[in-house]
């Protein structure tokens, strides 16, 4: 069982890590949407991702943090902005901050590790926005449905990262790169051709 001061620590690194997403998109989630939400971008995001990936397995890949729990806070605010960066559309949220923890430093396991306990705070206050914006579409019927979903998430979550820790453990990343690059550069010649329409209706 951790310590209180390494669960006070721990809990400091999650909450520092948070900010930066939650401020930048604050700030600026209206432009996001207005001006990012296009085929070109999300090729370019997905294209571009699977690059940073490619270069993050190949690269001579030095451990600083070998533990969640050895984690500044100036780390955190690191994988923090790494995680900013996933509200460009085709970002994957969990790719950038592991991706970014290993650039940053941090042991692969730990990186994950510390991925997901960010996604809580994360998910839960996007899911508070997204609720708040429509609430005058709710009806108290809809309330009981809240926790239910928020604890199936969790639990898929859950069974979902300790399946990708076994998975990294013996593997990398380097195919999921490739799917990305490839699928980027999927999105870009059915756009371009006419083959797909990937706009919104309307």
Do not use: C
Not at 52 to 80: C, P, Q, Y
């Amino acid at each position: 069982m951790p310590s209180q001061p390494q669960a006070q620590r721990f809990a400091l690194s999650i909450l520092v890590a948070f900010l930066p997403a939650a401020v930048l998109g604050f700030l600026f989630a209206g432009y996001i949407k207005a001006y990012l939400f296009n085929p070109l971008t999300v090729a370019t995001a997905f294209i571009v991702g699977g690059l940073l990936i490619l270069w993050a397995e190949r690269r001579n890949h030095r451990v600083r943090v070998f533990s969640v729990d050895d984690m500044t806070w100036k780390d955190a605010l690191k994988v923090g902005f790494a995680q900013a960066v996933a509200m460009i559309p085709g970002t994957s949220r969990s790719g950038a901050t592991i991706i970014g923890g290993l650039f940053f430093g941090l042991e692969r396991r730990t990186a994950t590790e510390f991925s997901f306990f960010l996604a809580i705070p994360t998910m839960f206050a996007a899911t508070l926005y997204d609720v708040y914006k429509a609430r005058d579409l709710l009806t108290l019927n809809d309330i009981p449905l809240f926790p239910v979903g928020g604890v199936t998430s969790f639990v898929s979550a859950f069974l979902a990262v300790r399946g990708l820790l076994r998975y990294i453990s013996r593997h990398g990343f380097t195919i999921f790169a490739w799917y990305r690059i490839a699928f980027g550069i999927l999105v870009l010649i059915t756009a371009y051709t006419g083959l797909v329409s990937w706009s919104e209706p309307g």
